[in-house]
């Protein structure tokens, strides 16, 4: 199918019905921000033996509600469908690994975190973070609803349970183990469609005095820098700071902080706290100037979002026309990492082995598997050496530094790394 993108403003009447309220305040005033066409799930990787059956692929169809401006997707798959045995391992970054051991460094010092203390970690993963707890001595607990990566956090010995979060299992938690002086949520908050149901179950795991830590790419810097294609199935919505505020206030959680990340191209960092906790204008000086920030880039107002269809284009264009022009030289261009974002651009560029012959990635559950949609092959991280390419098509461009680094040797035989987002550069 040929990717199209809409034009801002256009009606959506012919989305589904489920597609047609804001799932955050229930407006039915929804304006189309950016169509991708239609993909499959983005973590949904090919075996061989599957290679020669169907793919169902599902619209990606961004929307902004024109009363909340929460900025979503329909939800047209649900994350059992993806989230029961996961593809991704977040320990193979080993930039995140140590972003995650900053962050329990300075929760620590920031909250007092010690043996007394309770920390639980929702979408968990395969204990990237908590395992950083474990060793102070600071009792901690994973939610985490996929079974495989679930048992790798086992293994590292953090203590996780195999469950998503709802209201019922937030109770139950607190119940079983009582209330958590942190709870944290990174990079989950946009992959939940009952935004409201998990939001009151973080508020139902917290203490009433506790803190909440949320981290999710913020979505100034994805329209600035052009980040679309971090616009994936299970994403279901995409954060502005106020938007981020008002879901936590729907849920009886009161943002009080915010701290702007590098992560995942530019994340924020919400700290709230129960409603009851905190007084009115808790806000700190951080989360006034974010707002502002935001307000200025015009993205506290609906005609703020239009524009950004006709730069995805630009991007697009770009990347294709190197690798045809790259083809015709007789140029070799290979790809490095398999990440989610990186099946939305091949297959909304419309590449496919003939232009990326395969990709590598240090995941070996991925190993000899086939990316949705484009089909191209998955190889270890050693085929780029045994190849010698010419060009490098660096797919997850939100690990550069890490990545620059793991693939310092292309430089021995003159390669070049090639980064497509936010616009092509070859470095």
């Known amino acids: 199918m040929t990717a199209t993108l809409s034009e801002p403003g256009q009606d959506v009447s012919s989305v589904a019905p489920a597609a047609r309220s804001c799932r955050l305040c229930g407006s039915p005033e929804l304006r189309s921000f950016l169509d991708l066409g239609a993909t499959p799930p983005c973590e949904l990787f090919l075996t061989a033996e599957a290679a020669g059956g169907a793919e169902v692929t599902y619209p990606l169809h961004v929307m902004v509600c024109g009363s909340c401006l929460l900025v979503q997707l329909p939800p047209l798959i649900t994350p059992e469908e993806?989230?029961?045995?996961?593809?991704?391992?977040?320990?193979?970054?080993?930039?995140?690994?140590?972003?995650?051991?900053?962050?329990?460094?300075?929760?620590?010092?920031?909250?007092?975190?010690?043996?007394?203390?309770?920390?639980?970690?929702?979408?968990?993963?395969?204990?990237?973070?908590l395992q950083h707890l474990v060793p102070r001595g600071?009792?901690?607990?994973?939610?985490?609803?996929?079974?495989?990566?679930?048992?790798?956090?086992?293994?590292?010995?953090?203590?996780?349970?195999?469950?998503?979060?709802?209201?019922?299992?937030?109770?139950?938690?607190?119940?079983?183990?009582?209330?958590?002086?942190?709870?944290?949520?990174?990079?989950?908050?946009?992959?939940?469609?009952?935004?409201?149901?998990?939001?009151?179950?973080?508020?139902?795991?917290?203490?009433?005095d506790g803190w909440v830590s949320i981290e999710v790419q913020h979505l100034?810097?994805?329209?600035?820098?052009?980040?679309?294609?971090?616009?994936y199935h299970e994403h279901f919505q995409y954060y502005t700071l106020l938007t981020g505020q008002r879901a936590l206030a729907a849920?009886?959680?009161?943002?009080?902080?915010?701290?702007?990340?590098?992560?995942?191209?530019?994340?924020?960092?919400?700290?709230?706290?129960?409603?009851?906790?905190?007084?009115?204008?808790?806000?700190?000086?951080?989360?006034r100037e974010v707002l502002a920030a935001e307000a200025a880039a015009g993205l506290h107002g609906v005609t703020g979002y239009d524009g950004f269809a006709t730069a995805v284009s630009r991007v697009r264009d770009d990347l294709v026309e190197f690798l045809i022009d790259a083809r015709r030289q007789g140029r070799t261009v290979v790809g490095y990492g398999a990440p989610g974002k990186g099946n939305t651009l091949l297959?909304?560029?419309?590449?496919?082995?003939?232009?990326?012959?395969?990709?590598?990635?240090?995941?070996?559950?991925?190993?000899?598997?086939?990316?949705?949609?484009?089909?191209?092959?998955?190889?270890?991280?050693?085929?780029?050496?045994?190849?010698r390419p010419d060009y490098v098509l660096v797919l997850p461009w939100n690990l550069r530094e890490e990545i620059v680094e793991q693939l310092s040797y292309v430089r021995e035989w003159g390669g070049r790394l090639v980064f497509p987002i936010p616009s092509l550069e070859i470095v």
């Open 82 to 129: 993806t989230f029961t045995e996961y593809a991704y391992f977040s320990s193979f970054s080993t930039s995140w690994v140590r972003h995650a051991a900053e962050f329990v460094d300075g929760a620590v010092e920031r909250l007092g975190l010690d043996g007394d203390s309770f920390v639980v970690e929702v979408a968990s993963n395969d204990g990237y973070l």
């Open 220 to 231: 100034l810097t994805l329209v600035q820098r052009t980040q679309f294609d971090t616009v």
């Open 347 to 387: 297959n909304f560029c419309g590449i496919r082995p003939d232009l990326l012959p395969y990709t590598v990635d240090r995941n070996p559950y991925k190993h000899g598997r086939l990316t949705p949609g484009t089909r191209i092959p998955v190889c270890p991280p050693e085929r780029i050496a045994e190849d």
């Open 138 to 208: 600071v009792r901690c607990l994973g939610i985490e609803p996929s079974a495989n990566v679930g048992d790798a956090a086992r293994e590292r010995g953090v203590p996780t349970l195999t469950a998503f979060l709802t209201p019922v299992t937030g109770e139950r938690v607190r119940a079983q183990h009582g209330p958590a002086d942190l709870v944290v949520a990174n990079n989950v908050y946009a992959h939940i469609p009952d935004v409201l149901g998990f939001t009151h179950g973080l508020r139902a795991l917290v203490a009433d």
């Open 251 to 287: 849920g009886g959680l009161t943002l009080v902080d915010v701290e702007l990340l590098d992560t995942h191209g530019g994340s924020i960092r919400m700290w709230a706290r129960p409603a009851a906790a905190v007084g009115p204008g808790a806000e700190s000086e951080r989360v």
